[in-house]
């Protein structure tokens, strides 16, 4: 009897369309077929198959069957929940799951290897060059390398016959983890946390475990120990290790690459679309059994994933804002679950979700409470700048300074935290008041005065400065207001002329290996004052950085959203707890102007119980998260009067529900972006409510117009 498939197609399609399935193509869930949409051919994925009964309407038949690996039944039943959670067509998430499947093949390689036939004319060089090609098979280039000859002398013997070159398919899978291979010598705390994440990876199932310790505090060592349980324990186990940064990928890489002897999988979007697709496979075939990777790993069509591991699960970085919106923290929870898997959650500053679960006991909660070795946490000292301001025109304070000076008087290193990018936040006209923005957006311009450019950091537009106001014409009226780290690092240049300074921003750093570089050059004393933004507050381990300067600590409380305390503690614990990590004692001064905020007495006592009960108190009377559920759905349209119109109808056809509130409509802070205008709802809801079913159900009430588009965000953390 023929058959009908169900296919998925990588599109913000509602459902799955039906094919027929011709003859003796025996398909089942999970390939990977070509199946025409109009007069297109695309990629899909089987996800149903049903037997053909009489009385069906004729169906398109399936083109073919793609020889590329199906996705495993895990993954997709992963991405059909993740697509309900989020309220988002499945088509969203899967085509998160085959990027790698649908970016090319690595290219074969080039190498060279002896024929037996003697060379017309002997020389040691030739004679260098055949003895290293016996042993291994080489590139050209590689090949004169190893023999310390040069490339002519190879291209001689190619020439002669006496070496032949051949292309062979890139090495497909990855070298297997060596388990026989000691892991790092652990403390007291360290052993105690690593047997109980050890015994639950051998006991199996599914199981989430909070591993909570201070900074310094050796998490990596003892995950990894856990991850060598769970390779041993099963041949075919694999292991997922998240990362929320790029920057951090390279450093984890090479503790893994050191702990089991092999380099695992690399996963984020600076890894070249080849290296991709051989990480794809790789996975998918299940000889890939490590792999580091940013959030989108968590699709990844992983074989027999057995743990994952979520580092700085605290990070915003989680959460992805564009496209298909959602929490990868909170979906690698969901993904454990359905692979029957562990799960780690490591943080120095866990969110206040996580310790919600781990005090309700929905997670085992495992503490690392002093720093490894005889390393010690950093004092926190807090600089009122009422007091004590910066001189005219300077960020740096002199208590700062003075810290400074004495820092780098004894050999030490110093970092000076910003988290913003660029020269200046804002550039406006002293003539007319004008402030630079974007065009069609309500975005300030920064400046960048490396490159002479102001940049819109939310749409990429940038252009050069101008030398006069493009609204009132004045000629060198352009003024930088606020600092960025470009200008800090300028400062500190002025202050410091024979200081070794370096910037490490997403601006100066354009790839996780330059990233990589850079760090390096800091481990080995080449730096002596770093400047620099979130991307190197976390994860990062310099033995000689004994001070931290936080130039603007009220930076994050400004503007202010539900999570803006929790942020800005979790950011500066982050950042202050850089310095010390080794034998020399640590100090972090924060300049504030608000040193009575709860947030800055909770950083200078260190006292992380006490800001946590405080917040938790407050987010519990409001009913906010972890002890409610926030959505928000965010209109747009280039017609403003189209926009409120529809908002209007939207805000009449919300289901009314018991546990459910409705905020709305309103103008988004960021009222337009790109031409398109912006309008919000919030809605709150109880615990017991489903906020999915009930997001859904709004939107299933209205159909929007073409010019309208409608975004789904559950759990926002962007509320712009």
């Not at 051998?202 to 060592?221: C, I, M, P, Q, Y």
């Not at 056809?653 to 790109?674: C, F, H, I, S, W």
Request: hydrophobic share 45%; aromatic share 6%; charged share 25%.
């Amino acid at each position: 009897m023929s058959r009908i498939a169900s296919i998925l197609l990588p599109m913000p399609l509602p459902e799955a369309f039906d094919y027929a399935e011709p003859e003796g193509m025996d398909l089942a869930v999970g390939d990977q077929v070509a199946a025409p949409l109009g007069p297109r051919l695309l990629r899909g994925v089987v996800v149903a198959l049903r037997d053909a009964t009489g009385g069906n309407r004729p169906l398109k038949p399936v083109e073919g069957k793609l020889e590329d690996p199906a996705l495993p039944e895990h993954t997709l039943e992963f991405i059909q929940w993740a697509a309900r959670y989020s309220v988002d067509a499945p088509g969203a998430p899967l085509a998160i799951a085959l990027r790698g499947a649908r970016a090319p093949r690595p290219k074969p390689v080039k190498i060279v290897e002896p024929t037996g036939v003697q060379p017309a004319r002997s020389t040691p060089a030739r004679a260098k060059v055949l003895a290293a090609a016996a042993e291994q098979r080489l590139a050209p280039a590689d090949l004169a390398r190893a023999a310390g000859v040069s490339a002519g002398v190879v291209k001689g013997l190619i020439d002669e016959g006496a070496l032949a070159v051949r292309l062979i398919e890139a090495e497909a899978g990855f070298p297997a983890p060596d388990l026989s291979r000691a892991g790092a010598p652990l403390n007291a705390s360290q052993a105690a946390a690593a047997e109980a994440l050890t015994g639950a990876v051998r006991a199996g199932g599914f199981g989430v475990t909070l591993l909570d310790g201070v900074t310094g505090s050796g998490k990596t060592e003892v995950y990894l120990e856990a991850a060598a349980a769970a390779l041993a324990a099963d041949p075919e186990a694999q292991v997922l290790i998240m990362l929320p940064e790029i920057a951090l990928t390279q450093a984890v890489i090479a503790r893994v690459a050191q702990r089991f002897g092999a380099p695992p999988g690399e996963w984020h979007s600076d890894v070249a679309p080849p290296a991709r697709r051989r990480v794809w496979e790789s996975v998918a075939a299940g000889r890939c059994r490590i792999v580091v990777g940013a959030r989108s790993a968590l699709f990844l069509p992983f074989r027999k994933l057995k743990l994952i591991v979520v580092d700085e699960e605290h990070d915003g970085s989680y959460k992805q804002e564009d496209g298909f919106i959602y929490q990868a923290r909170d979906l690698a929870v969901v993904r454990g679950k359905i692979e029957d898997a562990q799960v780690i959650l490591a943080s120095a500053t866990p969110s206040l979700e996580t310790l919600r679960n781990a005090e309700a006991g929905r997670y085992r909660w495992l503490r690392l409470s002093a720093r490894h070795g005889a390393a010690e946490l950093p004092d926190v000292e807090l600089v009122d700048l009422r007091e004590t301001p910066p001189d005219t025109g300077r960020w740096l304070s002199p208590p700062l300074v003075q810290a400074m000076t004495e820092t780098l008087a004894r050999g030490e290193q110093v970092l000076l935290f910003l988290n913003r990018r660029g020269y200046a936040p804002l550039v406006l006209c002293r003539a007319c008041g004008e402030r630079m923005c974007a065009p069609d957006t309500d975005s300030w311009l920064v400046e960048h005065r490396y490159t002479g450019r102001l940049v819109c950091h939310l749409t990429g537009f940038s252009m050069m400065k101008p030398d006069k106001c493009p609204h009132c014409g004045a000629k060198d009226s352009l003024v930088s207001i606020g600092p960025g780290v470009e200008r800090v690092e300028e400062e500190a240049r002025l202050l410091f002329p024979q200081a070794r300074i370096a910037v490490f921003s997403s601006d100066t750093l354009f790839d996780a290996r330059e990233a990589r570089r850079l760090v390096e050059a800091m481990e080995a004393g080449e730096i002596d004052i770093l400047v620099a933004t979130q991307a190197a507050a976390k994860g990062h381990n310099f033995p000689n950085l004994t001070l931290v300067g936080v130039v603007d600590a009220d930076l994050g409380l400004r503007g202010g959203d539900l999570r803006a305390g929790e942020r800005t503690y979790q950011l500066l614990a982050q950042a202050t707890g850089r310095a010390g990590r080794h034998e020399r004692p640590g100090r972090a001064l924060l300049q504030t102007y608000a040193p009575e905020h709860p947030v800055m007495q909770a950083l200078q006592a260190q006292d992380r119980d006490a800001f946590v009960e405080a917040e938790m108190a407050e987010r519990e009377l409001a009913g906010l998260p972890p002890f409610g559920r926030l959505g928000a759905i965010i209109l747009s349209g280039e017609d403003p009067a189209a926009l409120e119109a529809f908002a209007q109808a939207m805000a009449q056809a919300a289901p009314n529900t018991e546990g459910v509130e409705v905020y709305g409509p309103a103008d988004a802070p960021l009222a337009l972006v790109r031409g398109r205008r912006r309008k919000r709802f919030l809605v709150r809801a109880d615990r017991t409510v489903d906020l999915s079913a009930y997001l859904a159900a709004w939107r299933a009430r209205v159909k929007p117009p073409a010019s309208i588009r409608v975004a789904i965000d559950v759990d926002p953390y962007s509320f712009l």
